[in-house]
């Protein structure tokens, strides 16, 4: 069965309103593809400084457990920025983070 043929959790919904058809699950699984790619590729780069926006996201927790333990063991000369919204996932990482909230820094830690 291709992913073209799997039925979605809402492909069948009566109002319509999360039709997520086989045509829109696909773009869904590339853009996970794609961002793993890309947090891979970054951590492979050696610059010093790597922005990274929701890195976790797509992972599953065995993957997540494994790019965890590369940001903890960094060399020195390496600063990692995360844009994260799970204070769970900043709190296995970071070793300090700035709060933000309305475009402002309400908070900072490590």
Known sequence: MSIEDR?????HD???RFDAG????RPFAVERIRSKALVGAGL???H???LMDEPFDGFDLRQTRDIVGVLRGKPPWRTFVLAIHQLLDAERV?????LLADGRARGAGR
Request: aromatic fraction near 8%.
């Open 22 to 25: 086989p045509s829109q699950a």
């Open 7 to 11: 039925p979605t959790r809402y492909q």
């Open 14 to 16: 009566p109002s319509g």
């Open 48 to 50: 010093p400084l790597l």
């Open 94 to 98: 970071c070793d300090r983070f700035i």
């Open 44 to 46: 492979l780069t050696p």
